[in-house]
């Protein structure tokens, strides 16, 4: 086992893995910008260096300050969070060669699922069903239309770099194809330095279905089940639940199965995320993240296992606690991401937090860094706290969280706590019958 791990993150995930580190008895360094010297995760390590000024690019996507910053402390291992360096192939491959251990995939794994056309074709090999689209990448707009003929309007054009929503473009028919083409290129240049771009059917109603894998790095893999994260706001997550109230029993053994199968194949090491639309009955692959989750708690509550510990166990080359047929599923959960915005138009809204009051009760987790006195600084995203409610049905799990959302209180800034209120009360998400483009229209419906 590691004897001290470095947390290469801020904000309420630094917290989360710090919490996992200390139940297992590691000791804990943090790593911090100037703007974070007051966050809680920097006051509960037991060590933390500063590794430079507020943008991230000069901290925490430094990758030569927080190696230094692992020599410095005698760190052995690194967690990296999501988001920052969680899916940089060259941090991996660097802490690799300093004999630091990554928490994570190899470089060749992130590699190979960060680049979009790669993944699918990977994923298509391991039998994992994919969205019909082009093979790999298009560069000719006569190809592209020769394509998007053949599977039929309306496409979508994907950066193949893409990420976080970015660089995506729908056409409707061939006429909007060149401008749509041309589009998604730039903007994929521009945002990742690469215009690699490929096309897809553009699905018109499915979910955002998506299984939470492990690999123990020796062959084996195993399914904690699905999240359903269709309710997004320009491709970005919402609110999470698991199960999802589309699936039935065998559906879920099946797509997990599928999934199972083919990380134990990848030789795949650590927690995975396999990307699923799902329409009439299909599964269609969009995309692999080969790290943990922002909504990892939903999974966390209905299975009781900490999925953190299972990453710092398969790292240090102690294998997965739990066997396929251990992992079981309890009951219904929901995540809702309090964000730092203005619950209508979204446009953040940092500032100074005068007070903040979390519910609690059975069945509640809040996952956050802040606290009463708290200055969101202006340089991260938005994202200031997770609330997970957990009850034994969807219904259970709905009422709790209708009350968890009465009590929560976040002064001095604006938050998308009133989102959630609203939408606990409405009779579409009551139901479960949603698809991923139900929240942009309730959103536009009520303006
Ligand atoms: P990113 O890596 O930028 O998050 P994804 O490939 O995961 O991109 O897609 C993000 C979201 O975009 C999906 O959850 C879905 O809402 C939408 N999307 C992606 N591909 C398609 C598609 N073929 N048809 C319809 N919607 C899509």
């Not at 903007?187 to 330095?193: K, L, Q, R, S």
């Not at 699923?276 to 209905?302: K, W």
């Not at 937090?353 to 059975?362: A, D, N, R, S, V």
């Amino acid at each position: 086992m590691f004897q001290k791990i470095l947390i290469a993150n801020r904000g309420e995930i630094a917290l989360r893995v710090l919490r996992a580190c200390k139940e297992l008895g590691i000791q804990t360094v943090v790593v911090h910008s100037t703007a974070d010297a007051d966050a809680m995760h920097v006051r509960l390590a037991d060590e933390s260096v500063c590794i430079g000024p507020p943008p991230s690019r000069d901290s925490y996507l430094n990758i030569h300050q927080i190696v230094a910053a692992c020599e410095i402390t005698g760190a052995d291992a690194v967690h990296p969070g999501y988001g920052f360096l969680s899916e940089n192939a060259k941090f991996a491959d660097i802490l690799a060669a300093h004999n630091i251990t990554f928490i994570g995939p190899t470089g060749d794994h992130i590699r190979i699922m960060g680049d979009k056309i790669e993944a699918k074709r990977t994923a298509k090999r391991l039998g994992i069903p994919v969205v019909p689209g082009s093979d790999g990448a298009v560069t000719e707009d006569k190809e592209a239309k020769r394509i998007a003929a053949a599977i039929g309007y309306p496409v979508i054009i994907k950066a193949s770099a893409g990420g976080g929503g970015r660089g995506m473009k729908v056409a409707r028919s061939e006429a909007d194809l060149e401008v749509a083409l041309q589009t998604a290129r730039s903007e994929a240049g521009a945002a990742f330095g690469d215009d690699a771009v490929y096309i897809e059917k553009y699905l018109q109603k499915p979910r955002h279905i998506e299984v939470q894998v492990f690999g123990d790095g020796a062959g084996r893999g195993v399914h904690f089940g699905e999240r359903d994260c269709s309710l997004q706001r320009r491709h970005q997550k919402v609110w999470e639940e698991a199960p999802s109230p589309a699936l039935n029993a065998e559906e879920r053994a099946h797509i997990g199965g599928v999934c199972a199968r083919a990380i134990a194949d990848l030789g795949y090491s650590g927690a995975g995320t396999i990307e699923f639309l799902y329409e009439d009955g299909q599964f269609y692959f969009i995309e692999m993240n080969t790290r943990l989750q922002v909504e990892h708690p939903v999974t966390e509550a209905i299975t009781g296992i900490d999925l953190v510990h299972e990453q710092i166990r398969v790292a240090s080359g102690g294998g997965l606690s739990v066997r396929q047929e251990d992992i079981r599923f309890h009951g219904h959960a929901i995540e809702c991401r309090i964000n730092a915005e203005d619950p209508r138009t979204f446009t953040p809204s940092p500032g100074t937090i005068t007070h903040f009051h979390t519910p609690g009760g059975l069945g509640i987790r809040v996952d956050s860094g802040v606290y009463s006195g708290y200055k969101i600084p202006p340089y991260y995203d938005s994202l200031i706290g997770k609330l997970i409610v957990h009850g034994r049905n969807r219904v259970e799990c709905m009422m709790r969280l209708r009350r968890a959302l009465d009590e929560f209180v976040v002064d001095g800034i604006k938050t998308t706590l009133p989102l959630f209120r609203d939408l606990v009360g409405n009779a579409d998400i009551a139901n479960g019958d949603y698809d991923i483009h139900w929240l942009e229209k309730y959103l536009a419906e009520g303006d």
